[in-house]
């Protein structure tokens, strides 16, 4: 469940900016080809889509847990551009 996300045990973690790639790429990896079939991700559903996530599904969590979160997927989110205020709490 998303709204227990410390809980959920992900194989592929992902940002949204470069969903786009992420797909061709995890479809290449699958054998299949169909990056011309991936829609074009504008910035302004990026945006939208951070700003939903920090105001709707990590505004329920305490911010141990919002640190436990940090400390726990550092690697995953040193690996992208999120801003510094994303899980701040």
Known sequence: SL??????????VVMFGFLRQELGHLLRRAGLSADS??????????????????EQMF????????????RFYHRDLAAFPFSSSFLSG
Do not use: A, G, M, N
């Open 3 to 12: 709204c227990r996300p410390c809980l959920v045990r992900y194989d592929y």
């Open 37 to 54: 079939l991936l829609p074009e991700f504008p910035d302004t559903q990026v945006r939208w889509t951070y700003s939903w996530l920090s």
């Open 59 to 70: 505004s329920e969590l305490s911010v141990q847990q919002k640190q436990r979160l940090t």
